[in-house]
């Protein structure tokens, strides 16, 4: 039995692609797999589920050495389960930047597209058999293109991930701008979360100038709600941090709506990298970044000190 | 321009392939790109050019921070230029096992594929597309597939691989038996190289217990050739090693047409890796292994001391 997972913050991409994939082997290839998550899944996962009438997928901490997987929505180790490399990896489904971490025993099946969403990349890759995945299916691969394109406002969307998106809701019939509002309401629901559960719900790990960040995101329609938190969320950064092995969490609040972040600036570290990276002038303990929507697109490949 | 290259040796796959994912992505694509290659073709690799009629690549020795390059038919940075990674990989085409070295500054196409041939790749990536190539393009693919697979029979052969040459032979009106035989000659025709480039030839470095190998192979049709210069080989190899940084050279002399290797053993090391990888009794300095065609299928997995 192949297990399929993403990252270890399950957002509705790295959910809904192992269920999306583990259909597809199991149904259409013949080979029996399952998709597990790393994690629980986030507040708009867990609304993506439940609406698509999905089970939810185990969560899973480690995989051994007798484990075949197929790795999606990531190619980074430090996002992955800690034995990943001594794994059985049979496929890789990404389409973020090659980080070089990952090693496979023999040669595999590996897909890296530059596409908003894995699903975009799994729709293509199962062509005309798509066709035959029930409704849960093509509605999770709907789910993530929404959610990974914040509805084609980020700027990974693509032509090609807003065709797709827009097929398949023809398709079953969903209108796209009340579906993505639902979406966008249920990840915007960050009530039940402490402030650390928060830092790292969708974090991802980066060395700048030999220092390590915790670059974290949180993409909301409600950013008030977060920014009211503001002055616990800064102070659980330090305790965070150590815990994870970094040495400073960043936050940029995602406005979905207004398509700006909302970047927090608890020390003058954080100020340094706001001001090199965005050419930002930073005079309080937050600074807003008009057009910031994509960590991928435009605070990564920025980032310096 | 995009710089379309394969590995360090460029045999038939190494040489064809770019050419034809050059032509692809200027004619197709409109993305003007063009093949070069990191050191001289070798003989089969010139004779598929000429036969094909098709312009040898410029050699380049490097690349710079200014070139956009795809890389075909390996992802090791051993066997690309030495400033890989400060260029601008912008697509991956491969057969290879991942070795994790490559790492992207944003989201590429990537498509590893276990199948025997980068060229067996690119015509399932091409598709329709492929029946607008001239004569030339689909008669390296043809090349590519027949001087990988050994005309279908190293194990790395998978049934789409052999698909795939019959219906380009059938196209192209080639009789396969014939113009692998053609092939074979050419790349058996060692007369005018040097022990110490033989030994480079076609190689890969891997490491073993700590050791750096070089493990060379030599498809022939005319072992005979080979073994008679064995001493004169085997006296090449420690120099070698040494120019190269490795610790040893191993030497596997492939029988394309009795389907077996013959393995140099110089010295003690060799001896221990040939009884414990392949459970083989070695008594001289040469040792046959029946069945044994495919470095990476049938070697590098095995191999242990």
Redesign the interface.
């Known amino acids: 039995m192949i297990k399929v997972f993403g990252h270890k913050s399950p957002d509705t991409d790295s959910t809904g692609s192992p269920i999306i994939w583990a259909w597809y082997l199991t149904e259409v290839k013949g080979t029996p797999a399952k998709a597990v998550l790393l994690g629980e899944p986030n507040t708009e996962a867990a609304f993506v589920l439940k609406h698509w009438d999905l089970e939810k997928p185990e969560i899973i901490s480690d995989v051994t050495a007798d484990d075949s997987c197929v790795i999606v929505d990531t190619n980074n180790p430090a996002e992955l389960p800690p034995s990943i490399n001594e794994a059985k990896v049979v496929g ?1 489904i ?22 908003a969403c894995t699903a975009t990349i799994m729709h293509d890759l199962m062509g005309e058999d798509l066709a035959r995945a029930p409704r849960g299916i093509k509605g999770a691969m709907l789910s993530c293109i929404l959610s990974d394109t914040l509805e084609f406002r980020s700027p990974t969307t693509t032509a090609h991930d807003r065709a797709v998106a827009e097929k398949l809701a023809a398709d079953l019939g969903v209108d796209i701008p009340a579906f993505a509002a639902e979406l966008f309401a249920a990840k915007s629901d960050v009530s039940a979360f402490s402030d650390a559960e928060l830092l790292r719900m969708d974090s991802k790990e980066y060395e700048i100038e030999g220092k390590q960040f915790r670059i974290s995101v949180l993409e909301t329609t409600a950013p008030q709600v977060l920014l009211d938190r503001k002055a616990s969320l800064m102070a659980s950064m330090p305790g965070v941090a150590q815990e994870d092995g970094a040495d400073q969490v960043v936050l940029f609040i995602v406005d979905i709506l207004r398509e700006e972040a909302t970047l927090l600036v608890p020390n003058d570290l954080v100020k340094t990298l706001a001001e090199k990276s965005f050419g930002a002038t930073v005079t309080g303990d937050t600074v807003v970044l008009p057009g910031v929507m994509s960590r ?2 435009q605070i990564i ?1 920025v980032l310096k000190l």
């Open positions: 890789i990404d389409h973020h930047l090659l980080v070089g971490g990952i090693k496979t025993k023999s040669p595999i099946e590996i897909t890296v597209r530059p596409l991928k697109k490949p």
